[in-house]
């Protein structure tokens, strides 16, 4: 965050938990490592990790019990400025040393619940303003390797804000590789040394559905609570989601021609993801 204000990229207000004092915002909780690891938690042996993805929404006339969420969370996280968003974007991007070998854009239609989360129905786009974020951020930090920014257009200015940044491959790489930015066979190239046989550019109006995590989207709707984000009704989701479905029938892995894969994408993600829901 230091860094996008340094190179005058718009953020949201930024801190660790435990060093936030009294906000009079709506802020959001979330965790700044959601893979935690001995090499961010000292209590942690070298064998062991957990994944910690909670996103809690605070609005600005509510306190927080800064112990029983770092206790939680088992980490101290961040807590954030929210943004009242027209929209949420993704910018993904593989870099060699500080210079640009692609990128991509896709706009987050829906997220793994109706509060946000990871985008389970997204559409590429092209716009020179988010490219121009995304790029003086991974200049700056003479990024290697692949990047993926997550930035809100925040509904009073018309700013694309960063609100969070992931050094790996984004849950949403699907709609990239629909789109023709195959980054999995870029990334390959530039590992093997061979960065001048990648071809970057993409088809701009593709959109991709995770379907378990349109389950999930819709599951969130009955689970999920936010003081600060309206919960959309039910039955209006579930006709958006179909009709959506029927108009754009592109899906992460769903494929008449391979269809094990989708076979045992759902054996796994039912019994965990829609449980985690329901628990």
Known sequence: MDIAERTEVPVPETRLLDEATEWD?????????????DEYIDSYEPSESSIVKSVQH??????LNI???????????????????????VFGALYDHGEPLATFQHRQ?????YTGGGGVYRESVEIPSLEAVGRAVLDELEWHGLACIEYIEDAATGEFKLVEINPRMWQSL????????????WYWLQVIGNSDSIEPGYEVGVGTHYMIGELEYLTSIVRDDSSIVGRPPLSA???EVLLSCFEMPNFDYCHV???????????????HGIRRRMT
């Open 25 to 37: 915002v709506d802020r959001v909780v979330k965790s700044r490592y959601n893979l935690l690891v």
């Open 58 to 63: 605070v609005p600005s006339n509510e306190s």
């Open 67 to 89: 112990a029983t969420t770092c206790e939680a969370m088992d980490h101290v996280p961040i807590v954030q400025e929210y943004i009242d968003g027209t929209d949420e974007y």
């Open 109 to 113: 239609i829906r997220g793994d619940s």
């Open 237 to 239: 989701a579930i006709k």
């Open 257 to 271: 021609d391979d269809p094990l894969p989708t076979v045992r994408l759902a054996r796994s993600e039912v019994s």
């Open 174 to 185: 699907a709609c990239a590789a629909a789109s023709g930015a195959d980054f999995p066979y």
